[in-house]
């Protein structure tokens, strides 16, 4: 069992680091050991996590648990009306994201009122593994190689509230959902983090 925010950046005290910015071993602080994840719905974790964290002055190895909700309006608890479902290929980029480097990937179908799951989410769901190739006894997919991450990149402007590269153009290539470029036009601002990805 575990609960949100097992990490923070120093013992005793709240500061902490998002889940797309743990990338050094070792750093970050286990607060509630003996969990053995480390979890921030809906945080997404970089792709270039690290996954060493201390507690007591050893090391424990900790894999990220990502949770992700199927309802497009992010919802974890079920509404009265129906609420549209997540496209399909989004579905499919973050369960690849989401289970990169052996972590794990839980996803909120949640039940309605009469405590029955919405036939048309479980069909988005069945859809989802059919379309991966999920299979009992079968190892979990992988994705292909993603030959754009950390490649170098060059803006043609950067926004100028920019502050410590906040708004780079190497943002785009960098592995974590939550940043982005910015131009100085904001007009021209950028930001699809989910297509960002070149695969081969």
């Known amino acids: 069992m575990s609960v949100n925010h097992t990490i923070v950046n120093e013992e005793g005290k709240r500061n902490f680091t998002r889940p797309g910015n743990m990338t050094e071993d070792n750093k970050y602080y286990f607060q509630y050991f003996p969990s053995d994840f480390r979890l921030w719905d809906p945080q997404i974790i970089t792709r270039f996590d690290k996954k060493q964290y201390l507690h007591?002055?050893?090391?424990?190895?900790?894999?990220?648990?990502?949770?992700?909700?199927?309802?497009?309006?992010y919802n974890w608890f079920q509404k009265s009306m129906q609420l549209p479902v997540r496209e399909l290929d989004e579905l499919e980029e973050l369960f690849y994201w989401s289970t990169a480097n052996n972590n794990a990937l839980v996803m909120n179908i949640p039940p309605d009122q009469t405590g029955r799951i919405r036939e048309y989410e479980a069909l988005r769901?069945?859809?989802?593994?059919?379309s991966l190739g999920i299979a009992a006894g079968k190892p979990l997919p992988k994705n292909g190689k993603f030959i754009s991450e950390r490649r170098p990149v060059t803006a043609s402007s950067v926004h100028p509230l920019s502050e410590n590269g906040q708004y780079d153009g190497n943002k785009v290539t960098d592995g974590n959902l939550e940043s982005r470029w910015a131009s100085?036009?904001?007009?021209?601002?950028?930001?699809?983090?989910?297509?960002?990805?070149?695969?081969?």
């Open 56 to 73: 007591d002055g050893k090391s424990y190895y900790l894999p990220y648990e990502a949770t992700i909700c199927l309802s497009s309006r």
């Open 184 to 200: 100085a036009d904001t007009r021209d601002r950028w930001r699809s983090p989910r297509s960002r990805t070149v695969v081969q």
């Open 125 to 130: 769901a069945i859809e989802l593994g059919k």
